[in-house]
Structures are given as structure tokens and as C-alpha cells.
């Protein structure tokens, strides 16, 4: 904690960063983005966290939401990029606070701002909560965004993955509690409303195969010899159910053989 605290103030000491509303997207990226190059880092959460305050609650669009969001982006949980505190940031609070054992109230109160300012580590899983609290995580997190559009759908069956990052892997489960590899796959197209096979195999027969350069967030990505497959969300990275004895989690796509890609919006 020492030489993160070093390296927030070296930090600090050369990077000024405002805290007046944006006026456009300009202001926005320069005065969000400090730590820009680095990548995710507690560092730069705490940094970002010292201009939270409790402004930042459900339904506001101000400063500190957008400080908010930010903070929880450099500690992996992927919030909205905006200054609007929707269900997306909502459901992402939540789980924050559950992983850091603070008490899950989705209000940004005094010791979640402490822990955020304070760099707190991870405490626990998201797998380890009760599945009724994680299917309400994935609920706001697939009503925060409209079905009307393809891209919309594929972007709820990307979160309906996220929110359940952590669960157990079970052979033959389709969730919410436990999934296998296409349990996870068809079980995340499903909240987005769509129905898709329930195996590997067939959802490689049974889906229109795209280009690796036609690929986008929601399609699916199959490995091996059609024996196991993962949602891709961007950047070259995939959310699967591995085996037994592992959990859900994010993984490059290159670090197994790609058979192919499948879309289903």
C-alpha cells in the first residue's frame, strides 16, 4: 500500500485534473484519462476516487458519477462511460461494494468512498454471493440497454456474462448459479431474448459463421473441434466457462485453437 500511495503522489504531483462539469468530449477524455497508457491500476482509481462524492447516486448525471465510473473502470468493473448513474453504474457498485465486503446498499456512502480512495482490495466473489443477489446484479445490467437494435441485444448478452464472471463451472449447467462453456452462451443470448442451441457443436452448425474481421462483441467464438466455445467481448478477449474446477472468467482468444465464429444477432 506504501508504494501505491508513493506512486499516487508522483501521481499527483504532475497531473492537474479538473473537477467542473464537461463541456464536450474533449474536456471529458483529457481530464478522465490521466493515467492514460497505464492501463487498469489502483493507482489511478484512487486518484479518480478523491473526487467522489455522494452527489453520485441513482438517476444523477453530474461530476462525480463520471469520477465514479471511472474509479470502478481502473478496478475492472467495466461502468458506463458517462456522467449518467443508470442501472449499468448501479449494478456495477453493487458488486464492487459485495467483492470488497462492504455493505451492499448501491449508495456511494461514506465507506465505500473510503475504500475507493483507500485502494481496499478484493475480498471475495461474486460466485460466493446468494443467487438471487446475482441474478439482480444481471437483471439491472441487461435491462440497462434497449433490445431494439442487434447491436443492442448482443451488447445485454455481453452483460448478462459479465455480471456472472466468478460462477462455477458445472458440466450440463445453464446457470444462474453455475454454467458450463455453452450453458453460459446460450444462457446469455436468452436474457438477451434470443434463443440459441444448447451445445457447442450446435451452436457452431447452427449459427451463421462470420469472418474473424466481420467479429463483434456478442458473437460467439469457437475453439477445438467445435468442443467448447466463449462470448467475445472486444479487444481480442472472450468470457467462457473453462472446466471443472474453474470459473467463469475473461481469457484472450489466441491462448486456445480458434475453430471458427458464429453470430447470432
Same mark, same amino acid.
Given at each position: 500500500?506504501?508504494?501505491?500511495?508513493?506512486? /499516487? =503522489?508522483?501521481?499527483?504531483?504532475?497531473?492537474?485534473?479538473?473537477?467542473?462539469? +464537461?463541456?464536450?468530449?474533449?474536456? $471529458?477524455?483529457?481530464?478522465?484519462?490521466?493515467?492514460?497508457?497505464?492501463?487498469?491500476?489502483?493507482?489511478?482509481?484512487?486518484?479518480?476516487?478523491?473526487?467522489?462524492?455522494?452527489?453520485?447516486? +441513482?438517476?444523477?448525471?453530474?461530476?462525480?458519477? *463520471?469520477?465514479?465510473?471511472?474509479?470502478?473502470?481502473?478496478?475492472?468493473?467495466?461502468?458506463?462511460?458517462?456522467?449518467?448513474?443508470?442501472?449499468?453504474?448501479?449494478?456495477? @457498485?453493487?458488486?464492487?461494494?459485495?467483492? *470488497? =465486503? @462492504?455493505?451492499?446498499?448501491?449508495? !456511494?456512502?461514506?465507506? %465505500?468512498?473510503?475504500?475507493?480512495?483507500?485502494?481496499?482490495?478484493?475480498? #471475495?466473489?461474486?460466485?460466493?454471493?446468494?443467487?438471487?443477489?446475482?441474478?439482480?446484479?444481471?437483471?439491472? @445490467?441487461?435491462?440497462?440497454?434497449?433490445?431494439?437494435?442487434?447491436?443492442?441485444?448482443?451488447?445485454?448478452?455481453?452483460?448478462?456474462?459479465?455480471? *456472472?464472471?466468478?460462477?462455477?463451472?458445472?458440466?450440463?449447467? %445453464?446457470?444462474?448459479?453455475? +454454467?458450463?462453456?455453452?450453458? /453460459?452462451?446460450? =444462457?446469455?443470448?436468452?436474457?438477451?431474448?434470443?434463443?440459441?442451441? #444448447?451445445?457447442?457443436?450446435?451452436?457452431?452448425?447452427? @449459427?451463421?459463421?462470420?469472418?474473424?474481421?466481420? /467479429?463483434?462483441?456478442?458473437?460467439?467464438? !469457437?475453439?477445438?473441434?467445435?468442443?467448447?466455445?466463449?462470448?467475445?467481448?472486444?479487444?481480442?478477449? !472472450?468470457?467462457?466457462?473453462? *472446466?471443472?474446477?474453474?470459473?467463469?472468467? %475473461? $481469457?484472450?482468444?489466441?491462448?486456445?485453437?480458434?475453430?471458427?465464429?458464429?453470430?447470432?444477432?
Amino acid at each position: 500500500m506504501s508504494k501505491i500511495r508513493t506512486t /499516487l =503522489a508522483a501521481l499527483t504531483a504532475t497531473t492537474a485534473v479538473g473537477t467542473g462539469m +464537461f463541456a464536450g468530449a474533449a474536456q $471529458a477524455q483529457a481530464v478522465t484519462n490521466p493515467c492514460s497508457g497505464s492501463g487498469t491500476s489502483v493507482a489511478c482509481a484512487m486518484k479518480y476516487a478523491k473526487s467522489i462524492d455522494s452527489s453520485a447516486k +441513482f438517476g444523477a448525471n453530474n461530476t462525480a458519477t *463520471h469520477y465514479l465510473q471511472a474509479t470502478l473502470r481502473q478496478l475492472n468493473y467495466p461502468a458506463s462511460t458517462n456522467t449518467a448513474f443508470t442501472k449499468n453504474t448501479l449494478a456495477w @457498485l453493487y458488486r464492487y461494494q459485495y467483492e *470488497h =465486503a @462492504l455493505s451492499s446498499t448501491g449508495t !456511494v456512502n461514506p465507506a %465505500t468512498i473510503a475504500a475507493l480512495r483507500g485502494g481496499k482490495g478484493q475480498q #471475495r466473489s461474486l460466485a460466493s454471493a446468494s443467487p438471487a443477489f446475482r441474478a439482480y446484479i444481471a437483471k439491472l @445490467l441487461t435491462s440497462s440497454t434497449s433490445v431494439s437494435t442487434a447491436s443492442a441485444k448482443a451488447a445485454k448478452a455481453v452483460a448478462y456474462a459479465r455480471a *456472472h464472471l466468478g460462477a462455477p463451472y458445472h458440466y450440463g449447467s %445453464t446457470g444462474p448459479s453455475s +454454467f458450463d462453456c455453452s450453458g /453460459l452462451t446460450q =444462457a446469455a443470448w436468452k436474457a438477451a431474448g434470443v434463443s440459441i442451441p #444448447r451445445t457447442a457443436a450446435a451452436q457452431w452448425s447452427g @449459427l451463421k459463421k462470420v469472418s474473424k474481421s466481420a /467479429l463483434k462483441p456478442g458473437d460467439i467464438v !469457437v475453439f477445438y473441434s467445435a468442443s467448447h466455445v466463449g462470448i467475445y467481448i472486444g479487444n481480442g478477449e !472472450v468470457i467462457h466457462a473453462p *472446466h471443472t474446477g474453474t470459473v467463469v472468467q %475473461t $481469457a484472450a482468444m489466441s491462448s486456445m485453437p480458434v475453430l471458427g465464429f458464429v453470430s447470432v444477432a
